[in-house]
């Protein structure tokens, strides 16, 4: 496959008046369907389950005027990947960066997209995120620019996981005490789509799966991707899971990473990619395979010990015909479902191939992404640990178990609202003499709601360090994601992290620009970015239940500089009482 990325010949035409301002009216509700044939109760929006797909242009400003409909919680969505500069207050963080949404209310999200890419939206609110409350988000190249990828065609995925237990069960469980784990996934969805009872490959399956028997019209109906032959697509895909990480592959056509989390990557080729909760990648495949056929696109867990059968699509091609004894899927009525088994996953704990594949993401550095800053101002190491606090299983960054206030961050700092939160920062390094492949001698952490302040302008690196869980020879992989914020990748590691001998590894040439990145279990990763966006942004596990249990942390910078901030967003806490007794005006 002949793959053009080159951008220093790209054309760049633009018009002052070519962006635009997209407006949307969104009711978020609860409603009734069946997102892998199994009914249930999903949180919708417009009537829509994923959400709607927003599609802009990168300087386009983005308008959605959101309508609580849920009869007793309030609601957030944080659009994934989309820096909010100059409008922090839009990042859709409860507690963080507004008050939630109360029932029958609505907030107007007005923010700008800058930057072109793969992106998607979902709640931040309690575990909305678990509920289904998600959706993609595509930026295309702002009018009059040339896209620096070449293709004949693009489709979207959207991959999440499915519960039949209700999140708010989920929540109640990872509360208790003692905790009550929520378990793998029933499904992996694919654009909200899955089966649980029954298999569209039941017959290359050793067990005793169902094979399904479909009309076509149904919610949990397959995905199908129609191609011509000859031609390059571009496939667009995301993670919005709640838990699992995944490896998804193309039966008989290899794929071309070109884009990682809203930016370009150095290509290559890979057989299939494995997409971690918060990520999102582009890949070009071309339909160069044998057209009387149809092929599986198959998506399969990684990292956990799969409980969970893998999610099915299909790559169709058009001249395909049913024969008299082959399934026909109404929804395209001439496609047939594929003639050999779907692709075979990685053995779901083999990170060597994991780590390959993230050791191959190089940045494209040009324009659009420039090398790092080749010295930090300050380094913080986090250590990430499983406790207990009270007999409640936690989860703890420096032996701190992360608590959301009743005040958002962005009005209780700005207005100097000091008695919201915890005032004594938390700790920037970890006891080193900390072992961190076994469970600590003492497993006891604290509460707290203490906030990283960083000199606005300023590098910094972040040290995510893995440890031991609470179980002997247990640690977990964590993608972590950065609000307000790219960084650079700049390197993995085993074991502990050094760094008298670790720094002079890192690389800073060609790193990856990106806005979630994984740790694996017993090791490190290391991330640079400038303090260049002022607000107050989470940086957390993108794991929903380990957010819930405390798995992340808060960054402020600059918020001096934020400017007048919507009434609206701050109508809770303290800033609420504020502005009823003052009346003053963010």
Same mark, same amino acid.
């Given at each position: 496959m002949a793959v053009v990325v080159n951008p220093w010949r790209m054309k760049v035409i633009k018009s002052a008046n070519s962006a635009k301002t997209r407006h949307l009216k969104w009711k978020v509700e609860y409603m009734h369907w069946s997102p892998d044939g199994v009914e249930s109760v999903v949180m919708g929006i417009n009537g829509q389950f994923p959400g709607p797909t927003i599609r802009a242009r990168a300087g386009d400003t983005i308008n959605i005027e959101l309508t609580n409909k849920l009869p007793t919680e309030g609601v957030v969505i944080h659009w994934?990947?989309?820096?909010?500069?100059?409008?922090?207050?839009?990042?859709?963080?409860?507690?963080?960066?507004?008050?939630?949404?109360?029932?029958?209310?609505?907030?107007?999200? %007005?923010?700008?997209?800058?930057?072109?890419?793969?992106?998607?939206?979902?709640?931040?609110?309690?575990?909305?995120?678990?509920?289904?409350?998600?959706?993609?988000?595509?930026?295309?190249?702002?009018?009059?620019?040339?896209?620096?990828?070449?293709?004949?065609?693009?489709?979207?995925?959207?991959?999440?996981?499915?519960?039949?237990?209700?999140?708010?069960?989920?929540?109640?469980?990872?509360?208790? %005490?003692?905790?009550?784990?929520?378990?793998?996934?029933?499904?992996?969805?694919? %654009?909200?789509?899955?089966?649980?009872?029954?298999?569209?490959?039941?017959?290359?399956?050793?067990?005793?799966?169902?094979?399904?028997?479909?009309?076509?019209?149904?919610?949990?109906?397959?995905?199908?991707?129609?191609?011509?032959? %000859?031609k390059t697509y571009r496939l667009r895909i995301a993670s919005s899971t709640a838990l699992a990480s995944l490896n998804l592959a193309i039966g008989n056509h290899k794929m071309v990473v070109v884009e990682a989390d809203g930016n370009y990557v150095q290509p290559f080729t890979v057989d299939n990619i494995d997409i971690y909760s918060g990520e999102s990648y582009s890949v070009l495949f071309t339909a160069n395979q044998d057209p009387s056929k149809n092929y599986w696109i198959s998506v399969n867990v990684r990292g956990r010990k799969p409980q969970t059968p893998p999610a099915l699509a299909l790559l169709h091609y058009p001249t395909t015909r049913a024969g008299p004894q082959e399934p026909a899927l109404p929804t395209t009525p001439i496609s047939t479902l594929p003639t050999s088994p779907p692709p075979v996953a990685p053995r779901w704990d083999d990170y060597d191939v994991s780590k390959s594949f993230t050791k191959k993401l190089l940045g494209l550095v040009g324009p659009t992404n420039p090398s790092p800053p080749p010295t930090s101002d300050r380094r913080i190491i986090l250590l990430n640990t499983q406790n207990f606090i009270d007999g409640y299983t936690r989860w703890s960054i420096n032996n701190v178990s992360l608590v959301l206030p009743s005040t958002p961050y962005l009005g209780a700092i700005k207005y100097g609202l000091n008695g919201s939160f915890d005032q004594t920062p938390p700790p920037d390094r970890y006891n080193y003499t900390y072992d961190v492949t076994a469970p600590a001698a003492n497993q006891n952490s604290a509460y707290g709601s203490g906030v990283y302040n960083l000199t606005f302008g300023t590098t910094v690196d972040v040290v995510l360090q893995n440890a031991n869980a609470i179980k002997a020879n247990v640690s977990e992989i964590h993608p972590w994601h950065l609000h307000g914020h790219d960084f650079w990748v700049l390197g993995y590691g085993e074991g502990k992290f050094d760094e008298s001998r670790d720094v002079a590894k890192f690389n800073l040439r060609d790193p990856p620009l990106k806005n979630t990145a994984v740790v694996y279990p017993f090791g490190w990763t290391a991330l640079r970015f400038v303090t260049d966006n002022p607000g107050v942004w989470a940086f957390h596990c993108h794991i929903e239940p380990h957010l819930h249990m405390g798995m992340g942390v808060i960054f402020a910078e600059g918020v001096d500089r934020v400017g007048k901030i919507p009434v609206e967003a701050m109508a809770c806490g303290l800033t609420g009482k504020m502005l009823m007794n003052s009346n003053v005006r963010p």
């Amino acid at each position: 496959m002949a793959v053009v990325v080159n951008p220093w010949r790209m054309k760049v035409i633009k018009s002052a008046n070519s962006a635009k301002t997209r407006h949307l009216k969104w009711k978020v509700e609860y409603m009734h369907w069946s997102p892998d044939g199994v009914e249930s109760v999903v949180m919708g929006i417009n009537g829509q389950f994923p959400g709607p797909t927003i599609r802009a242009r990168a300087g386009d400003t983005i308008n959605i005027e959101l309508t609580n409909k849920l009869p007793t919680e309030g609601v957030v969505i944080h659009w994934h990947g989309i820096r909010q500069i100059g409008t922090p207050w839009a990042d859709g963080t409860a507690s963080i960066s507004q008050c939630a949404i109360n029932p029958g209310e609505t907030f107007v999200y %007005n923010f700008k997209v800058d930057k072109a890419g793969t992106y998607f939206y979902h709640g931040h609110y309690g575990m909305q995120r678990s509920a289904g409350l998600y959706g993609s988000l595509i930026v295309d190249v702002a009018e009059g620019e040339k896209e620096i990828i070449h293709y004949d065609g693009a489709f979207n995925i959207l991959l999440t996981d499915w519960w039949h237990k209700a999140s708010h069960e989920q929540e109640v469980d990872l509360s208790s %005490n003692p905790m009550r784990w929520i378990g793998e996934p029933q499904t992996l969805l694919i %654009n909200g789509r899955g089966q649980f009872n029954c298999s569209l490959a039941a017959q290359y399956s050793n067990s005793t799966e169902n094979p399904c028997t479909l009309r076509g019209g149904e919610q949990y109906a397959p995905q199908i991707l129609h191609v011509l032959p %000859n031609k390059t697509y571009r496939l667009r895909i995301a993670s919005s899971t709640a838990l699992a990480s995944l490896n998804l592959a193309i039966g008989n056509h290899k794929m071309v990473v070109v884009e990682a989390d809203g930016n370009y990557v150095q290509p290559f080729t890979v057989d299939n990619i494995d997409i971690y909760s918060g990520e999102s990648y582009s890949v070009l495949f071309t339909a160069n395979q044998d057209p009387s056929k149809n092929y599986w696109i198959s998506v399969n867990v990684r990292g956990r010990k799969p409980q969970t059968p893998p999610a099915l699509a299909l790559l169709h091609y058009p001249t395909t015909r049913a024969g008299p004894q082959e399934p026909a899927l109404p929804t395209t009525p001439i496609s047939t479902l594929p003639t050999s088994p779907p692709p075979v996953a990685p053995r779901w704990d083999d990170y060597d191939v994991s780590k390959s594949f993230t050791k191959k993401l190089l940045g494209l550095v040009g324009p659009t992404n420039p090398s790092p800053p080749p010295t930090s101002d300050r380094r913080i190491i986090l250590l990430n640990t499983q406790n207990f606090i009270d007999g409640y299983t936690r989860w703890s960054i420096n032996n701190v178990s992360l608590v959301l206030p009743s005040t958002p961050y962005l009005g209780a700092i700005k207005y100097g609202l000091n008695g919201s939160f915890d005032q004594t920062p938390p700790p920037d390094r970890y006891n080193y003499t900390y072992d961190v492949t076994a469970p600590a001698a003492n497993q006891n952490s604290a509460y707290g709601s203490g906030v990283y302040n960083l000199t606005f302008g300023t590098t910094v690196d972040v040290v995510l360090q893995n440890a031991n869980a609470i179980k002997a020879n247990v640690s977990e992989i964590h993608p972590w994601h950065l609000h307000g914020h790219d960084f650079w990748v700049l390197g993995y590691g085993e074991g502990k992290f050094d760094e008298s001998r670790d720094v002079a590894k890192f690389n800073l040439r060609d790193p990856p620009l990106k806005n979630t990145a994984v740790v694996y279990p017993f090791g490190w990763t290391a991330l640079r970015f400038v303090t260049d966006n002022p607000g107050v942004w989470a940086f957390h596990c993108h794991i929903e239940p380990h957010l819930h249990m405390g798995m992340g942390v808060i960054f402020a910078e600059g918020v001096d500089r934020v400017g007048k901030i919507p009434v609206e967003a701050m109508a809770c806490g303290l800033t609420g009482k504020m502005l009823m007794n003052s009346n003053v005006r963010p």
